[in-house]
């Protein structure tokens, strides 16, 4: 093919793109923002990077997998690249922010490197590497917040950034490398973008932050989590369902508990990462709590709302952990009824401080604490879920099943995923359905009502 083959962008018809997204619920979020941006400058989405005249990638240093898997994709583009020079290929997100020009070293054919802070400069660092200059954009700078809140995925549905960065700085956690401090955005602000979402059909938002709990502790002037989730409830209509991500257990105050006990539009479901069960690990992470703290947290949440489902993250073989701390976790997690596990098995980032801790614990001893872990947390899910048989619950359609798209697919307030058999448009609407079975993942009922509540 060669120099012969004329893009898209370059023919006059509109220029594609293909983005892909990795890792944290904030990357699909900012991916969204990318799109809607470029949406507004002229691009199409394309359905493969085969069919795009820019490729970008969302990505996440988390983990080593998420990394390797972003080289494995630029090193099958490479040929593509070679075939048609005008591609534009891009790395974004935290992997950019991580290693920056190294990118370019490890894969020559990159065109963009686009940090976390420059996402929202997506359009012109784009025209600038069109024009054949390699960019890259890692400057740290106060992010606008600003979206086309049309731009959008899901119809009845939406993620809402109210801070980002993080101060923490967990021992094994990359983050606060790669997104930097904590940056509140104003209760003004977030109440705005939410009446625009509901007025263009959203009926569910999910408020993302890294450390959400900590939530205007930057703005100085009072402003808290409590106070945010109870406007939102009190002051935007149509809102029927108000979720939040990621607390962390130092921050779970009484007045935010009393918040989501009073508000029943606000999400039944909360994910409170405990990361392990034992004090010498939680300090060799730098987590800032002691179990015992962790339990005093849960404590609190439950006094007040004593149904709360409550799931949490878990890493494996830390530098370090015997079987006996190990097993601490396994006895916490049987303790505290999680009603969900996020296991990771522990594998150092550079530059983090565990990364300079022997890395110990051997691949097939986190394995099998891994699958220890799953198997327990996956025989006390399906217990609590038989012991929703015969309820019933309310829960928000979603839309069809992806497995049987004669099914709707719902979620409860609890998180929970409820499927049902019902005719009609109900995508969005609140239904009530009376639980006939249940899997260890899944809850199936029938509907009770004819009518959905909200759309
Ligand atoms: S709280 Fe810890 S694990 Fe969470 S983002 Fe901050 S540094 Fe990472």
């Known amino acids: 093919m060669g120099d012969s083959v004329t893009s898209a962008a370059d023919s006059g018809t509109r220029p594609r793109v293909f983005l892909e997204d990795m890792g944290c619920q904030m990357n699909r979020l ?57 591609l534009r290929i891009g790395v974004m997100g935290c992997m950019a922010q991580n290693h920056q020009e190294e990118l370019f070293a490890r894969a020559p054919h990159l065109d963009l490197v686009i940090g976390t802070s420059r996402f929202e ?45 993080c101060n ?38 999910t408020l993302l932050g890294q ?91 439950r006094r007040r709302v004593p149904d709360l489902a409550l799931a949490t993250d878990w890493i494996v073989g830390f530098p370090g952990e015997t079987e006996e701390e190990f097993e601490s976790s396994a006895a916490l997690l049987r303790e505290l009824e999680f009603s969900g596990s996020f296991v990771f098995k522990y594998s150092p980032r ?32 399906a217990a609590r879920k038989q012991q929703r048989i015969g309820l019933e619950l309310e829960v928000l359609v979603e839309g069809p099943s992806k497995l049987d798209e004669s099914v709707w697919s719902a979620r409860s307030a609890w998180n929970e995923i409820v499927c049902f058999k019902a005719a009609g448009d109900l995508q969005g609407m609140l239904r009530k359905v009376r639980i006939q079975r249940a899997t260890a993942l899944t809850l199936f009922g029938t509907p009770q009502d004819e009518q959905g509540a909200a759309r």
């Open 168 to 205: 923490k700085f967990c021992t094994f956690c990359i983050v606060p490398y790669t997104q930097g401090r904590e940056q509140s955005r104003p209760i003004a602000d977030v109440l705005e973008e939410a009446r625009r979402l509901v007025d263009d059909g959203v009926v569910e938002i």
């Open 30 to 86: 900012d991916s969204e923002l990318v799109l809607g941006r470029l949406a507004g400058a002229g691009y199409e989405r394309a359905g493969t990077a085969a069919d795009a005249d820019l490729v970008l990638y969302y990505t996440c240093s988390v983990r080593e997998h998420a990394e390797d898997k972003v080289y494995g994709r630029l090193g099958a583009l490479k040929r593509m690249k070679q075939e048609r020079p005008e």
């Open 121 to 165: 400069d997506v359009v012109s660092l784009v025209e600038e590497a069109r024009s054949g200059k390699r960019v890259l954009a890692v400057d740290r700078k106060p992010l606008s917040f600003e979206r086309d809140v049309t731009a959008r995925p899901r119809r009845h549905q939406a993620f809402v950034s109210v801070m980002r960065g």
């Open 350 to 381: 550079e530059g983090t401080r565990a990364a300079e801790m022997a890395d110990d614990v051997p691949r097939a001893v986190k394995e099998d604490r891994n699958q220890r872990l799953l198997a327990l947390q996956l025989g006390m899910s």
């Open 211 to 301: 450390r959400i709990d900590t939530y205007g502790a930057d703005l100085r002037d009072g402003t808290n989590l409590a106070q945010l989730l109870t406007r939102l409830h009190e002051e935007v209509a149509g809102l029927v369902r108000i979720c939040f991500l990621t607390s962390h257990p130092n921050h779970m105050t009484d007045e935010l508990a009393a918040a989501i006990a009073d508000h029943p539009r606000i999400s039944r479901y909360l994910h409170l990462p405990v990361q392990s069960g034992s004090d010498r690990m939680l300090q060799r992470m730098n987590r800032g709590y002691s179990v015992a703290d962790y339990r005093s947290a849960v404590a609190t949440l």
